[in-house]
């Protein structure tokens, strides 16, 4: 198995590896570990929505293996040190088969929506749940900040701050429902409104699924210090 960081999700073709006990349980509980992630060779899925659910799985599966690294990782500036400690949640523990490759910012998004998940499935089972992060600061002394993947992380937090505030019952849904299912299909349509609302008028704003479903799950995760006034205006 070889993980990489780089672009996002490149699947090549999987070769066996050695198999994983059908039934793990973590330690003190009934919630089976998940397994390592796998390639979909379901003919009817999209390459997108392959590369989606693969890189959903791998989330899943380190937050439950190793949920005090992921918070190691989440609680780092972008960088360096961040990509780094990102890289250390890459294990063969985690990967069935094949190899992977995937933009450390992506992967970012995919362990907050499986984090929130976790969190939510804790709670409703009276169970600890002690991952945690500050809340997102939309002060101006950190708006001026330089650095351009901070600076563009920061402004697509002021939209999914905005949609959440617009429309928070079906923005937990789309983080709630499996990825790249067709209820989360749904949910992102009926926030539709939503993206427009908290857009300036003439802007335009263009990303990709993995992106919009990060951005939102961490919004609700973190949840923010205080609401903005303004939209983002993202390209």
């Not at 659910?53 to 780092?76: E, I, K, T, Y």
């Not at 910012?105 to 500050?134: C, I, M, N």
């Not at 990709?208 to 919004?219: H, N, Q, T």
Request: glycine letters at 6%.
């Amino acid at each position: 198995m070889r993980t990489a960081f780089g672009i996002f999700l490149i699947l090549l073709g999987a070769t066996p590896v050695l198999a994983q006990h059908p039934v793990e349980m973590e330690t003190g509980s009934h919630i089976p570990v998940p397994e390592r992630a796998r390639i979909p060779d379901d003919l009817h899925v999209s390459n997108v929505d392959r590369s989606r659910l693969v890189m959903s799985q791998f989330a899943r599966c380190a937050v439950a293996r190793n949920p005090a690294g992921v918070q190691r990782a989440l609680r780092l500036p972008f960088g360096d040190s961040y990509e780094h400690a990102v890289s250390k949640l890459a294990t063969e523990e985690c990967l069935d088969s094949g190899m992977m490759k995937f933009k450390a910012t992506l992967f970012r998004g995919a362990l907050f929506a499986e984090l929130y998940r976790s969190r939510d499935y804790a709670q409703k089972h009276d169970q600890p749940w002690k991952v945690s992060f500050d809340k997102i600061s939309f002060d101006q002394e950190q708006l001026a900040k330089p650095g351009q993947e901070a600076a563009q992380w920061r402004l697509l937090m002021i939209f999914g701050n905005c949609v959440v505030g617009h429309d928070e019952a079906n923005a937990r849904t789309a983080i709630m429902q499996p990825t790249a299912s067709a209820l989360e299909e749904a949910a992102l349509r009926a926030l539709g409104p939503s993206f427009n609302a908290c857009l300036p008028v003439g802007t335009t704003l263009t990303f990709s699924k993995p992106i919009i479903e990060g951005v939102l799950a961490e919004v609700l995760y973190r949840g923010t210090e205080a609401a903005v006034q303004q939209t983002a205006g993202v390209k």
